[in-house]
């Protein structure tokens, strides 16, 4: 649902499935002199919402029905680069964090903070700054340390593993015998051995089971775990 505020006041929209907490950040919006021109409780809804009212700060929960909040703020972001996104949000996590900083959004609050700290984030975001706790940005930049060495690890594996040992790679994840890999790569058991042992030697593994648990880690494969 919608209402019309005045373009002298901010103009927020609030997005989160619990409608207390979206009456919270409302009365608190509305304490501090700011518009509330919006509210909806799933992430679809949201995106068309921004996409029509164009509010100055976007207020979004990380957990919502339809989709996630890291989705949500991309895909605002993709279609205005200049919209002003809060996450406010129960995840307090260090990953939770990074990823929201990945989306593009503008600043992070968890769903304890206090009536003037919401409006206070609010304010600063729509003054053009970013507001991150000095634990936020270490843990951030943690995170992106981890990213940066996960990505460079899977860049080099990915550089030295042939289409062929990729084929068995993702048949040994199937759960395929020598014999099996074999007929259906119409190649002999001898050679199957040997990509396998090629493999286990770049992955760093012992075992079958290891190399698709390294494999899948690295992204290189997907398993489904029952």
């Given amino acids: 649902m919608a209402a019309t505020g005045t373009q002298s006041h901010p103009r927020v929209l609030i997005v989160d499935d619990h409608p207390a907490i979206r ?49 949500v703020a991309r895909s605002i972001r993709e279609e205005d680069p200049d919209s002003k996104i809060l996450i406010l949000s129960a995840r307090d996590d260090d990953k939770a964090v990074f990823d929201s900083i990945r989306a593009g959004v503008d600043g992070y609050l968890d769903k304890t903070a206090k009536e003037e700290q919401i409006s206070y984030a609010i304010d600063e975001i729509i003054a053009g700054r970013q507001v991150f706790s000095t634990e936020q940005d270490r843990s951030a930049m943690d995170q992106l340390g981890q990213f940066i060495r996960h990505s460079r690890e899977v860049a080099d594996v990915n550089s030295v593993l042939t289409d062929r040992e990729m084929d068995v790679l993702k048949l040994i994840a199937q759960g395929l015998t020598t014999r099996q890999m074999g007929s259906r790569l119409g190649l002999s058991d001898r050679t199957i051995e040997s990509h396998i042992s090629k493999l286990y030697r770049k992955l760093g593994a012992k075992t079958r089971v290891q190399v698709v648990m390294k494999a899948a880690a690295l992204g290189l494969i997907d398993i489904e775990i029952d």
């Fill in 23 to 71: 009456r919270i950040v409302r009365l608190t919006c509305e304490r501090h002199g700011m518009d509330v021109i919006g509210e909806t409780p799933a992430g679809t809804e949201a995106i068309e919402m921004a996409r029509t009212l164009h509010p100055d700060v976007i207020v979004l929960d990380l957990v919502l029905p339809d989709m996630d909040g890291f989705t």
